[in-house]
């Protein structure tokens, strides 16, 4: 092909256009965290005040860049550290603000900490958060109530997050666990006798919202393989289950702390004898 053709070609190529309104997928879950946190905080006040969440905020992403600078070598994207940080600041409640100083810290500490062959087993917030609702239930309360349970910011929220999570390709995670929510809500009505819909209830709340759309679905800390995301999801919707029983108050929290870290290292463990399978073979 001669020059002039190759020109007469490339001229006619239709070159793709870039969408007018695009969002880099690291901004993605942010840009949804922060609609949560505006929506339900002008709507019903569901924070604590703005200083506390702030406060945790600046606490993740500060460690974050110096932990990161510290044990990876690089300056880190402060996206993951403003999840935690704002998830911190929404679903903790407490009268005092080292709490969230302490969360956030000990969220974000977690990643670099707790490693297994290089890769953090727990969701950094969950971690935090279950944490602190265990040792310091005193002073340390989780979101439950404060929005309430209206349905059309839900079915707004629950739109804008489905669409983002597909984005993600992830929302095959959440579903499953709504549906396994569900069914198991149905189940613990006939056992013990409570009205379905009292069952049902927490699911419409925002801080399931947060849990089903960023704690569940982190991908640093979720098996890589569809089936296994799929599986481990609904053991913690099981798992939830039966701490709800036990009248457990922060079931789902706990649910995912015991249940997320087991398959992680279940998987690490799979990898080191594929690892050394193909060793020996090799030898």
């Not at 922060?34 to 703005?50: A, R």
């Not at 239930?137 to 439950?144: E, K, W």
Request: charged share 10%.
């Amino acid at each position: 092909m001669s020059p002039t053709t190759e020109t007469i070609v490339s001229a006619n190529t239709p070159v793709p256009r870039k969408p007018l309104i695009s969002l880099d997928n690291r901004y993605v879950a942010p840009a949804f965290i922060t609609c949560i946190l505006l929506v339900g905080h002008l709507s019903f006040g569901i924070l604590e005040s703005y200083p506390k969440t702030l406060l945790a905020i600046f606490t993740s992403i500060a460690l974050e860049l110096v932990l990161g600078r510290i044990f990876l070598h690089r300056w880190l994207h402060p996206a993951s550290a403003y999840i935690s940080g704002i998830s911190v600041g929404i679903l903790v409640r407490s009268p005092a603000y080292w709490p969230y100083a302490l969360c956030a810290a000990i969220s974000i500490t977690s990643k670099y900490v707790l490693r297994v062959k290089g890769r953090h087993i727990w969701n950094p917030s969950n971690f935090g958060i279950s944490v602190m609702l265990f040792l310091a239930a005193d002073t340390v309360a989780s979101l439950s109530i404060q929005w309430g349970n209206y349905l059309l910011p839900m079915l707004v929220i629950w739109a804008l997050g489905s669409v983002i999570i597909a984005r993600l390709h992830r929302f095959h995670i959440t579903g499953i666990y709504v549906a396994s929510f569900l069914a198991f809500a149905f189940l613990r009505s006939w056992m013990t006798g409570s009205p379905w819909q009292s069952e049902v209830a927490p699911i419409t709340g925002p801080m399931y919202q947060l849990f089903i759309f960023f704690m569940i679905t982190d991908p640093k800390t979720t098996v890589r393989s569809k089936r296994g995301q799929c599986i481990v999801v609904f053991l913690v919707a099981l798992l939830e289950m039966v701490l709800r029983l036990r009248q457990v108050v922060y079931a789902p929290f706990y649910a995912l702390f015991i249940v997320g870290p087991a398959a992680m290292l279940v998987e690490i463990w799979l990898d080191s004898r594929r690892e050394n399978s193909a060793k020996a073979v090799a030898a």
